[in-house]
């Protein structure tokens, strides 16, 4: 019920893309904010991109005009596009729900992550 399934990680060269999705159940992607986190080995925790609250993304400022976050509401997925892909983008990428309404106000939950790693 409360499971966010990541997948579209491994490893590419520098300049090659990958495409991550997160599928979700359906009633957190219907009552929830999505976005997409990632955690480099000894760094923070960072936003890489959400849906804002009133549906437009927002991106990080290290992947803007890189990468693409989308859904499709119709399979409850997030994807998460990833062009020109640097040495810098290697981590594990964290699909995130928050920002829940309704009876799900307060809850939030994180995937299990999936590992990105570029190589030069």
């Known amino acids: 019920q409360g499971r966010l399934v990541e997948s579209g990680g491994g490893s590419v060269r520098a300049g090659g893309s990958l495409k991550l999705s997160c599928t979700a159940s359906?009633?957190?992607?219907?009552?929830?904010?999505m976005g997409w986190f990632r955690q480099a080995p000894g760094k923070e925790r960072e936003l890489v991109s959400i849906?804002?609250?009133?549906?437009?993304?927002m991106y990080g400022e290290n992947v803007k005009g890189r990468f693409t976050i989308s859904r499709d509401n119709t399979k409850n997925m997030v994807f998460l596009q990833m062009n020109n892909l640097k040495t810098d983008d290697s981590a594990v990428y964290y699909c995130?729900?928050?920002?829940?309404?309704?009876?799900?106000?307060?809850?939030?939950?994180w995937g299990q992550g999936t590992q990105v790693t570029v190589s030069s």
């Open positions: 995130r729900a928050d920002r829940c309404s309704g009876s799900f106000a307060g809850f939030s939950v």
């Open positions: 359906q009633n957190i992607f219907r009552n929830c904010g």
């Open positions: 849906f804002r609250n009133d549906g437009s993304p």
